[in-house]
């Protein structure tokens, strides 16, 4: 196991008392916080000057979310491993952090040993996310995952234009092709994602993945 001091570590979260919080929770425990951010861009500065091991990041800041911070550091291929810490236990945050294969989704209700075993887990190279979210929407989400990937370039471009709710004619226009096309691609989304064949469908699902989606 890594010595706690020789971990450096980045914090951000816009809320001064939970920053408070957990810094000081972290010097006590003999962790290395090198930096601490109370803002997206803040944190992404911090990040990419100081390239620490860890980042724990809040997702909802101003200026750039969590999500961004990481997505933007990662286009840097810096070597940080990335905690979320959040109150959003919905899917569509467990997808976009999966998405954007980030280490390690906690919640702000988590305890402090939590957060330890996390950062233990991540340096490791392993995926560690927080134990009350249930074990079958974890799955759902891998394999939701698993089914995009398998699209190809041109059903990627039509599933983000559904995901902005355009009908079948808009996107046909957008993309000068003929309706006919459209409803071809559609139909093999439907196939490959295993989605019901039902009115409104795949614009439903589409719009629900939208966050993911935009990644592709």
């Known amino acids: 196991?890594?010595?706690?001091?020789?971990?450096?570590?980045?914090?951000?979260?816009?809320?001064?008392?939970?920053?408070?919080?957990?810094?000081?929770?972290?010097?006590?425990?003999?962790?290395?916080?090198?930096?601490?951010?109370?803002?997206?861009?803040?944190?992404?500065?911090?990040?990419?000057?100081?390239?620490?091991?860890?980042?724990?990041l809040d997702i909802d800041m101003p200026l750039l979310t969590g999500f961004e911070v990481v997505k933007m550091a990662k286009e840097k291929q810096i070597a940080?491993?990335?905690i979320l810490l959040s109150f959003h236990k919905e899917n569509d945050y467990i997808s976009q952090a999966k998405a954007l294969q980030i280490n390690g989704y906690l919640l702000k209700e988590?305890?402090?040993?939590?957060?330890?075993?996390?950062?233990?887990?991540?340096?490791?190279?392993?995926?560690?996310?927080?134990?009350?979210?249930?074990?079958?929407s974890l799955e759902s989400v891998s394999e939701d995952l698993k089914r995009i990937k398998h699209l190809t370039s041109s059903e990627k471009t039509i599933l983000k234009l559904v995901a902005q709710q355009m009908s079948s004619n808009e996107i046909a226009e957008t993309l000068f092709i003929s309706i006919?096309?459209?409803?071809?691609?559609?139909?093999?989304?439907?196939?490959?994602?295993?989605?019901?064949?039902?009115?409104?469908?795949?614009?439903?699902?589409?719009?629900?993945?939208?966050?993911?989606?935009?990644e592709l």
């Not at 971990?7 to 006590?28: F, K, Q």
């Open 110 to 136: 988590d305890s402090f040993s939590d957060i330890e075993n996390c950062i233990q887990r991540v340096l490791k190279n392993e995926e560690c996310f927080s134990s009350a979210f249930e074990a079958a």
């Open 1 to 56: 196991m890594i010595e706690k001091k020789d971990i450096s570590i980045v914090i951000a979260d816009d809320h001064p008392m939970i920053l408070r919080g957990l810094n000081e929770e972290l010097m006590t425990n003999e962790y290395n916080v090198v930096g601490q951010a109370v803002n997206g861009m803040q944190a992404l500065e911090l990040l990419l000057t100081l390239k620490p091991d860890v980042a724990l």
């Open 80 to 82: 940080t491993k990335f």
């Open 180 to 214: 006919r096309t459209v409803e071809k691609h559609r139909s093999n989304i439907i196939t490959k994602l295993e989605i019901e064949n039902t009115t409104n469908a795949l614009t439903n699902w589409a719009y629900f993945h939208r966050n993911v989606i935009k």
